[in-house]
């Protein structure tokens, strides 16, 4: 059984910085590949980002490229989102997901975690 919990959302306003983490539990194999996924309010689930286990060659959707950063501690079974100069549009619950092999950029994976609310305000 694989546990994802993140932490790290809130309330801010537009241009201001948040860093989300997750902690992973359970079988490391099967969480080789994590990655960041958020869905706004009647609207689809986004993938944000993803990073292997190596964490060579992250992805990041083109919204987000340049304000946000994924990056991992694989001793600590952590994962993490800086997200810089947050904007309205970013307002979402963010997810936590892990899967086997390469980085997908969609919603294709096996583990998620409950959620972290970001509200971004102009």
């Known amino acids: 059984q694989v546990q994802l919990v993140e932490s790290g959302g809130g309330s801010v306003q537009t241009g201001d910085s948040l860093n989300l983490t997750c902690v992973a539990s359970?079988?490391?194999?099967?969480?080789?590949?994590m990655g960041w996924i958020r869905q706004a309010p009647g609207k689809e689930r986004e993938f944000v980002a993803g990073i292997s286990w190596i964490g060579v060659s992250p992805k990041y959707a083109d919204r987000v490229k340049g304000r946000f950063t994924i990056s991992r501690d694989n001793a600590k079974n952590m994962l993490f989102l800086q997200m810089n100069s947050l904007k309205p549009d970013d307002t979402a619950v963010y997810y936590c997901?892990?899967?086997?092999?390469?980085?997908?950029?969609?919603?294709?994976?096996?583990?998620w975690g409950q959620g972290t609310q970001v509200t971004v305000s102009s």
């Open positions: 359970g079988r490391s194999a099967v969480y080789d590949t």
């Open positions: 997901v892990a899967r086997s092999g390469r980085i997908l950029e969609d919603d294709d994976y096996d583990y």
